[in-house]
Structure formats: structure tokens, C-alpha cells
């Protein structure tokens, strides 16, 4: 299978990064939102590859707060939130924050998953390390989840993936598209608890969300899957972003 055939496979409704950031701007733009008008705030993973969209996003939308986690898991906590809240611009009384979280993949050119060529590597290297790393522990029967909430102070962010993710893993599912799939959804839930945090101010808070597996392919091929895409205004109701028009 190659690069191709395996990205039409398993993300279908992949887009280029670059379509997926032009989109954000598009489609924000309709509901009144652009750059120096609002905050971003982007949550990738802590790997170098991962720069590549956020770097994307920082051209688009303007300097960004930094919510970068192992797997693009949102670890900063309530205290990160609350700093945020406010970094954002005050444009006549209300505050905009738009929230990027997407997990990563690597698709080799053999369209294997979780693989990835990096410059001055030899040969294959891997991406999401971390999600890679638990799902080896979990075919291995390493990881309990009686033994869970566990915090290892030495290593707490994958402390905090096993946590939250290895319980949501079906048995005998422990492949790394279903972890990957697994974490995406997890970042999907934890943007409801930021927007709240964002909100305990006296200043209204706009937030708009995008989530997503952010997709590293050969030579430096980068795609997304889009995830959520909506727009929460305070007040009123969540409407939905298309990336598309």
C-alpha cells in the first residue's frame, strides 16, 4: 500500500495543512473573526514534526499560546487556561480565543502508520512516540488499569495518557490509528472544559474550536483530518465551521 492509497483509507476526509489553515481563516471570517482580533491557542504534540502546522497556524492567525503536550493532550491545567484568558485582545468588550488540539500520525511512503522519515534520521523513524509507547505496553499487558489515577513525577505526561487513555481502548485494539483515534477524542472532550475556564471573567469569551489528527507524511507531506470545527459564542449557541467554502 502506498503513502497515498493508505492516507485514502484511513483519513478520507484528510485535507493539506495548508487548506486546513486557510480554511480556519474562511470560515471564521464569516462570523466576524480575524487575525489581531483573537488569541490562538495551540495544543500539537511536543515533537519537532508537529511544528510545521503550528508554525501554519502562527503565520495565519498571529502569535499563539503555547498548550503543547505529548500527543496533543492538553496538560497545561487550569492555571495555563487562566493565563491565557487574558493574553487575548479586547476588541469591543468581548475576547476571542480560537483553540487548536490535534493529535499526530506518521504514514511512511509504504503507507505503514505510526511511521515517519526525518531529515538526518536514518532510516524509520516513529510518530506519536508517545502513543506508540502505550500501545507496546498495552499488548503487552504492562499497563493495569486498577492501578490508575497514577502519576509517575518523573514522566507526567505519559503518567497522564495512560490514565485517560489506555481505559478507552478496546481489548485486542491496542493499534495505534485506535489510540491515535482514541487520544482525538479526548482532546475533543477537554475543549468543553477549557471554554469554560475561558469564561469564568467578567469579559465575554468567544472560543472558537478546531480539533484533528495532523498527519505527517513523506517528504514533508502534511495533511489534517479535521475534527470539531465550531464556533461558541457566549451567550448564544455553538455553530458549526466549515473548513471547505
Known amino acids: 500500500m502506498t503513502f497515498t492509497?493508505?492516507?485514502?483509507?484511513?483519513?478520507?476526509?484528510?485535507?493539506?495543512?495548508?487548506?486546513?489553515v486557510s480554511g480556519s481563516q474562511r470560515a471564521l471570517a464569516r462570523v466576524g473573526v480575524h487575525r489581531g482580533g483573537a488569541l490562538p491557542m495551540i495544543a500539537t504534540c511536543r515533537d519537532e514534526l508537529a511544528f510545521a502546522l503550528t508554525a501554519e497556524l502562527q503565520r495565519a492567525w498571529g502569535g499563539a499560546f503555547n498548550m503543547a503536550g505529548l500527543a496533543g493532550l492538553f496538560t497545561l491545567g487550569r492555571t495555563g487556561v487562566i493565563a491565557a484568558r487574558g493574553h487575548a485582545p479586547l476588541v469591543e468588550g468581548r475576547r476571542t480565543f480560537l483553540v487548536?488540539?490535534?493529535?499526530?500520525?506518521?504514514?511512511?511512503?509504504?503507507?505503514?502508520?505510526?511511521?515517519?522519515?526525518?531529515?538526518?534520521?536514518?532510516?524509520?523513524?516513529?510518530?506519536?512516540?508517545?502513543?506508540?509507547?502505550?500501545?507496546?505496553?498495552?499488548?503487552?499487558d504492562?499497563?493495569?488499569?486498577?492501578?490508575?489515577?497514577?502519576?509517575?513525577?518523573?514522566?507526567?505526561?505519559?503518567?497522564?495518557?495512560?490514565?485517560?487513555?489506555?481505559?478507552?481502548?478496546?481489548?485486542?485494539?491496542?493499534?495505534?490509528?485506535t489510540i491515535t483515534r482514541v487520544a482525538r477524542n479526548l482532546i475533543d472532550q477537554d475543549t468543553s472544559a477549557v471554554i469554560e475556564l475561558l469564561r469564568e471573567d467578567e469579559v465575554p469569551a468567544d472560543v472558537a474550536v478546531f480539533t484533528g489528527i495532523h498527519i505527517h507524511?513523506?517528504?514533508?507531506?502534511?495533511?489534517?483530518?479535521?475534527?470539531?470545527?465550531?464556533?461558541?459564542?457566549?451567550?448564544?449557541d455553538a455553530e458549526k465551521l466549515d473548513l471547505l467554502f
Request: proline share 10%; net charge negative; aromatic share 8%.
Open 217 to 236: 507524511g513523506p517528504r514533508g507531506a502534511e495533511y489534517v483530518e479535521p475534527g470539531l470545527a465550531q464556533f461558541d459564542r457566549a451567550g448564544g
Open 5 to 20: 492509497e493508505s492516507l485514502s483509507t484511513h483519513f478520507p476526509d484528510a485535507l493539506p495543512t495548508n487548506q486546513f
Open 142 to 177: 504492562d499497563v493495569h488499569t486498577s492501578d490508575y489515577p497514577y502519576l509517575d513525577p518523573y514522566d507526567p505526561e505519559q503518567s497522564r495518557l495512560r490514565d485517560r487513555i489506555a481505559p478507552r481502548v478496546p481489548d485486542g485494539n491496542a493499534d495505534i490509528l
Open 100 to 140: 487548536f488540539g490535534l493529535a499526530h500520525i506518521g504514514v511512511d511512503e509504504d503507507g505503514e502508520l505510526g511511521r515517519v522519515q526525518r531529515p538526518g534520521v536514518p532510516g524509520k523513524s516513529h510518530t506519536c512516540g508517545a502513543l506508540l509507547a502505550l500501545a507496546d505496553e498495552l499488548r503487552g
